[in-house]
């Protein structure tokens, strides 16, 4: 493998960290060109100094004298405020940007990186389940230009691998079942936010882990392997498997299924996207097939796990339907984090958001932004 210049927006958080350390293990193949934070300014200069990438981006820059004190060289560039992050994403020095952002805030910064040329390692998932339809039509048809850093989505992906895709009969999405997999629903009515933050298999930031304990990450996961692999909805059945050892399987039309396994470790879908179609040897963690290895399924419940159903709704709907779903989620999970309100509230208010909002117009960037912060003014009052 070639060489690979890179840049990671995100790159303090959990998997900007991990890619590090996986560019940290292969510096022949990974040359660091650019790094984004936003706040945490420490991290982010005690990683410019060890990688020395030409471009640094702080969105937010109360530190700035703090910040440039402690970097031990000078860059090419030092950028702070959110608004630089689609000029970060563009940079002509870079051959791979790995979006690690949390939230729709990660949107622009994908498409600017995809028109650009560059080729996208998507950690960011919200940008793809609001903006697919505007992400796919910047794709177009090429499955090189965007790759997932999601475990299912990389498990998939690997699965289909020399296979057609109008050749798949369905894809079953695997879900953990987070920490309230066997909670009943009267339990789950008195869900604290540490209950919540306990994952049992996966570490990871605190959006993504609360959304993993309401399953509404399987929705988002759900809109995103619609609009990756151009599956209808109802040929993507989620399950749960709660040794989270099957990332994902896909099921083709002569009765034959591949599912891609390994001990959950999310470093494997970041070295996958950071080297596709090659691979590079990782020391992470692997499954001994000596020892007796248990693999249980089970049914989504979706009684327990509204989040579920209203996220794969608003996929079939379309249009902006997603992208209000994500915003109103995006809301109510700070405010559980806050503990503004209760654990049960956060699918109330995506319910009650997706109802009230109007979503009767073109979809355009400038729409998905609009209805993006009206949805956000709404679910803060919900
Ligand atoms: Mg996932």
């Known amino acids: 493998m070639k060489q690979r210049k890179l840049s990671i927006l995100g790159s303090t958080g959990s998997i900007g960290t991990q890619a ?3 560019a940290a293990y ?4 990974f040359d660091v060109v650019a790094l984004s934070a936003n706040s945490n300014w420490q991290l982010l200069a005690d990683q410019a100094n060890r990688f020395r990438p030409d471009y ?15 970097l031990s060289y000078k860059p090419k560039a030092l950028m702070y405020g959110e608004q630089e992050l689609g000029g970060l994403a563009s940079i002509g020095e870079a051959d791979i940007v790995l979006n690690s952002l949390v939230g729709f805030a990660g949107f622009l910064p994908t498409v600017a990186a995809l028109k650009a040329g560059k080729q996208v390692a998507l950690a960011n998932k919200e940008s793809l389940v609001a ?3 505007i992400i796919k039509d910047l794709i177009d048809g090429n499955p090189g230009r965007l790759i997932p850093v999601d475990s299912e989505h990389s498990a998939m992906m690997q699965c289909l691998a020399g296979e057609r895709n109008e050749r798949i009969e369905k894809i079953i999405i695997t879900a953990s079942g987070g920490p309230f997999r066997t909670w009943t629903k009267a339990q789950m009515a008195g869900i604290r936010v540490e209950d919540a933050l306990a994952h049992p ?36 059945e989620p ?12 099921e083709f039309v002569d009765g034959s299924s591949k599912a ?8 494997v879908p970041i070295i996958y996207a950071l080297t596709y179609p090659d691979r590079l040897p990782l020391d992470t963690p692997r499954v001994d097939w000596a020892e007796p290895v248990e693999l249980t399924f089970e049914p989504v419940d979706f009684e327990r796990f509204p989040c579920l159903e209203l996220a794969i709704e608003s996929g079939r709907q379309g249009g902006h339907a997603p992208a209000i779903m994500n915003a109103a989620n995006e809301v109510a999970v700070e405010r559980f984090l806050k503990k503004e309100i209760d654990y049960i509230d956060i699918a109330k208010i995506v319910g009650k958001s997706l109802e009230k909002m109007d979503r009767n117009t073109d979809l355009t960037i400038g729409s998905l932004y609009d209805v993006d912060q009206e949805t956000r003014n709404l679910a803060k009052l919900i």
Not at 239 to 250: E, F
Not at 260 to 267: F, R, T, V, Y
Request: hydrophobic share 40%; glycine share 8%; proline share 6%.
């Open 20 to 22: 590090l350390e996986i």
């Open 26 to 29: 292969h510096p022949e193949y």
């Open 56 to 70: 640094l981006l702080l969105c937010n820059g109360a530190n700035k004298a703090a910040f440039e004190e402690r």
């Open 131 to 133: 903006g697919g339809e």
């Open 201 to 236: 298999n996966w570490s990871m930031g605190d959006k993504i882990t609360i959304d993993s304990s309401t399953l509404m990450n399987k929705g988002l996961e759900i809109i995103e392997t619609y609009w990756l692999y151009d599956i209808p909805f109802d040929k993507i």
């Open 239 to 250: 399950v749960i498997h709660p040794q989270s050892i099957i990332h994902s399987i896909v």
């Open 260 to 267: 891609q396994l390994g001990p959950p470790d999310m470093k």
